[in-house]
């Protein structure tokens, strides 16, 4: 598809640039409606994104874009963190996030289970170790799990 294609092409131009920012590129979005396109760039480090370093990411993206103009279209980039109930896409993000709560739902069931809540305990290479409620344990290969988000706390 055209979008796949152009999203593969921003996020090869626009990446060394965050990069350098001492930033790490999340994701990207996008979308295209009545001949315009909405461009999402997510953005993330250690510690947690600020507006500053939203409005930094927008203005180097919006100058290398407008240089490389890689979307045949007028767009609106928008420039945020990845939130605070962020989804967890990897074996990196369940490591950065260890000890954080998760919402976590399987392709399989887990003994008649699809659905779970709990903290990562530990995050291997191929595998989560997820602690849930009454003091029981779970075990969730990457290749098993459907979707997976930051459960929020407070």
Known sequence: ME??????????????????LDLEL?????????????LRVFIDKEGGVTIDDCERVSREVEAILDV???IPCSYVLEVSSPGLDRPLKGAGDFKRF???NVRVVTLEPIDNQSFFIGKIAA??????????????????????????????EV
């Open 98 to 100: 260890e000890g954080k």
């Open 3 to 20: 979008l796949d294609r152009i999203r593969e092409k921003v996020r090869g131009i626009i990446g060394p640039v965050i990069n350098a």
């Open 26 to 38: 999340d994701n990207i979005e996008l979308s295209q409606m009545r001949g315009k396109a909405l």
């Open 68 to 70: 490389e103009d890689p």
């Open 123 to 152: 995050a291997g290479e191929s595998k989560i170790e997820l602690l849930l409620p009454q003091d029981r344990q779970v075990t969730i290969a990457y290749k098993n799990i459907s979707k997976a988000r930051l459960e929020v």
